[in-house]
């Protein structure tokens, strides 16, 4: 009698410490696509996979989440909700997961637009331009700025509208623009390149938009003579024709900047003298600007 109440009780205690066996998960395989359009979307999805029961907070669990084009996500059988973001488009279906395995496509009511710069004919390496999206009221193109992070060559969800779109190249190292003493040491700085478009995104279209910047990159040298050694330690100040400073001072020998097309000063200071010339930008010429450093003189260069 006591083997028998033994081998019960070990019965007993093995099945508290094993507990049932666990519930197998679902999985589920999502997609999305534009309006009238039946071609997945292959990037530039942020997914996300929320418990559809309200949480005390009046929030929803986040279960998981990817950045995948199709991601697949497994999770115990129940009501769930599927959300996905495509730049400042969105879309979410409530779903129901079971014992088989299942796909589900949401579509986003929106377009998109893919954005490329060049100079002339040569593209612009992506990481080479600043990209801000705006959303435009009565006479001002910029009166809501909606995107910021725009990187040349992704694909970029908008709702349907109207927008205006703000490009700016950026030159790596450069002096900097609107920043008083330039930029950081190898940091990517603002130039005065800028170049605006005005465009509407229908839903469920793919707009390619390709701005065209022109500009070019200029060294800055002091000389006593033409080609002759640059001077160091001289300042330089870049002026508009109307006489409006442009971004802030270059020190050096032959410090470099990029700028946009069009008519120029330069005033360079070395040894409390101050040596001035007027140039000309023209696009995709880089090259370099001498300022003859001689009393009274103003060359054109």
Not at 77 to 94: M, N, P, T, W
Not at 118 to 127: Q, V
Not at 188 to 193: E, V
Request: charged residues 20%; proline residues 5%; hydrophobic residues 40%.
């Amino acid at each position: 009698m006591r083997c028998i109440f033994l081998f019960a009780l070990s019965a007993l205690l093995a099945g508290a410490f094993t507990g049932p066996a666990a519930a197998q998960d679902s999985a589920i395989r999502l997609s999305a696509q534009l309006t009238g359009t039946n071609a997945a979307l292959t990037g530039g999805l942020h997914w996300r996979l929320f418990g559809a029961r309200t949480e005390g907070d009046g929030t929803h669990a986040l279960v998981a989440e990817s950045y995948d084009a199709e991601p697949s996500f497994s999770a115990p059988a129940g009501e769930y909700v599927a959300h996905v973001a495509f730049g400042l488009a969105s879309a979410s279906k409530r779903i129901a997961l079971g014992d088989e395995a299942r796909s589900e496509k949401l579509t986003l009511n929106a377009g998109a637009l893919k954005i490329s710069g060049t100079r002339g004919d040569a593209p612009i390496d992506p990481s080479r331009l600043a990209i801000s999206i705006y959303v435009p009221e009565h006479n001002n193109p910029e009166a809501k700025l909606v995107y910021s992070k725009t990187r040349a060559g992704e694909l970029i969800g908008l709702p349907e509208g109207a927008y205006h779109v703000v490009s700016t190249y950026l030159d790596a190292g450069g002096a900097g623009f609107g920043k008083e003493g330039g930029s950081p040491p190898g940091a990517a700085a603002s130039t005065n390149s800028i170049v605006n478009a005005d465009i509407k995104v229908p839903a469920g279209k793919v707009i390619d938009l390709t701005l065209r910047h022109r500009y070019a990159k200029l060294t800055l040298k002091l000389v006593n003579a033409p080609g002759a050694e640059a001077l160091a330690n001289t300042n330089f100040t870049i002026l508009t024709p109307g006489g409006d400073p442009i971004g802030g001072e270059l020190i050096g020998a032959f410090p470099s900047l990029v700028l946009a097309e069009g008519e120029y000063d330069v005033i360079a200071r070395h040894d409390s003298r101050t040596y001035q010339t007027s140039f000309k930008v023209q696009s995709g010429l880089d090259r370099d600007v001498e300022v003859i450093a001689k009393d009274g003189a103003r060359q054109e260069n």
